[in-house]
């Protein structure tokens, strides 16, 4: 039961994350630090990904209370337990412990998952026609043979002998 209300948050939090480093690149572009911009993303995200929105502002929050920064990076990488945000904690991480810009981290992050997801989207597309076989043997061809067949076989019925003679006897009741 648990897995089945999990389910719906983890997709929601895998599809916003390409829109949240979006907007931490803008933010940390823009000059703000990594604890204001996770703040404003979250406050950015709470109408369109309320799911982002909570996991940023648990981020920001532990950001400012534990003395160790990396220790609620790597709690967020661990909380939601998604490769995408194991990796985006690890890239703060290293950004915070080398001194690399975050722009430029966070840039070449969402460059690589818009690419992943771009590639699951192709693979998804590439399995559609075998989905669809299935269907159309069901469904169409039963169809699109009575069409193409059915004119044909009422005529050929209509000039079989058997049913002359029964169309005859019919028509001579019918006069009867």
């Known amino acids: ?16 994350l390409p829109d949240a480093l979006d907007l931490l690149v803008v933010c940390a572009e823009s000059g703000l ?3 204001s911009a996770v703040e404003r993303v979250a406050r950015e995200m709470e109408f369109s990904n309320p799911a ?17 920064r990396s220790a609620a990076l790597m709690r967020l990488g661990e909380r939601t337990g998604i490769e ?6 690890a890239t703060l991480s290293q ?3 080398y001194g690399t810009p975050l722009a430029q981290a966070l840039r070449v992050l969402a460059g690589e ?17 075998a989905l669809l076989v299935l269907p159309l043997i069901l469904f169409i ?19 079989h002998p058997v ?13 009867a």
């Open 52 to 68: 982002i929105a909570l996991e940023l502002s648990l981020l920001a929050q532990e950001l400012r209370m534990l003395p160790d």
């Open 113 to 129: 998952m818009r690419q992943e997801r771009m590639i699951r989207l192709e693979e998804r597309a590439a399995r559609l026609p």
């Open 141 to 159: 061809l039963p169809c699109l043979f009575i069409v193409l067949i059915g004119p044909s076989a009422i005529r050929l019925i209509g000039t």
């Open 95 to 97: 950004t915070l412990r």
């Open 84 to 89: 995408s945000f194991q990796r985006l904690s």
């Open 33 to 35: 630090g990594l604890d």
């Open 163 to 175: 049913m002359a003679a029964v169309d005859g006897q019919a028509a001579a009741v019918a006069g």
């Open 1 to 16: 039961m648990v897995a089945a209300l999990r389910r719906p948050y983890v997709a929601a939090l895998s599809s916003g």
